[in-house]
Every structure is written in structure tokens, then in C-alpha cells.
């Protein structure tokens, strides 16, 4: 019994595999756009990457300007209390 299990297993692992020898259009896409989403991820330092770099410094130093303003007002509130 377990011998016919072990034959009807591996039959039909040799089956599947030579069933699905080429791409079908669902597969040539789905291939096509992991190539795509490769090629984006391995694009390196182009103009988005560029831009996105610009736009975290500038959080960066509003952020820092903030900091700095927040500290003054409390600073000056401090001094009015006395």
C-alpha cells in the first residue's frame, strides 16, 4: 500500500513538471513585472532617489527649527514667571 502511494506521488510529480514546460501569458507577465519591480529596487541614486533624500533633510531641519523655536518659547515663558 504504501509502495502504490510512494509510485502515484512521484508519477505525478514527473507529470506536473513536464506539464508546465513553457510560460503562459499570465506567467511571461507576472515575470515581466518582477523584472520590473527589480530593475526600480536596483535603480540606485536617479532623480526620485535624489528627491526623496532632498525632501528627508528638509523634514529634518524643519523638525530641528521647530525644536529650536519650542525651546525659546518655553525658555520665554520661564523668564515672564519670574
Do not use: Q, W, Y
Not at 506536473?16 to 499570465?26: D, L
Not at 532623480?47 to 528627508?56: C, S
Not at 525659546?72 to 515672564?80: I, L, P, S, T
Request: with cysteine; charged share 40%.
Amino acid at each position: 500500500m504504501r509502495f502504490v502511494g510512494i509510485f502515484l506521488m512521484t508519477a505525478g510529480l514527473m507529470l506536473g513538471s513536464t506539464a508546465c514546460s513553457e510560460e503562459g501569458p499570465a506567467e511571461k507577465a507576472g515575470r515581466h513585472f518582477e523584472e520590473a519591480v527589480d530593475d526600480l529596487r536596483d535603480a540606485g541614486d536617479g532623480p526620485l532617489e535624489r528627491l526623496g533624500e532632498d525632501i528627508d533633510e528638509a523634514i529634518d531641519e524643519a523638525g530641528e527649527a521647530l525644536d529650536d523655536a519650542v525651546d525659546k518659547a518655553r525658555k520665554a515663558v520661564k523668564n515672564a514667571d519670574r
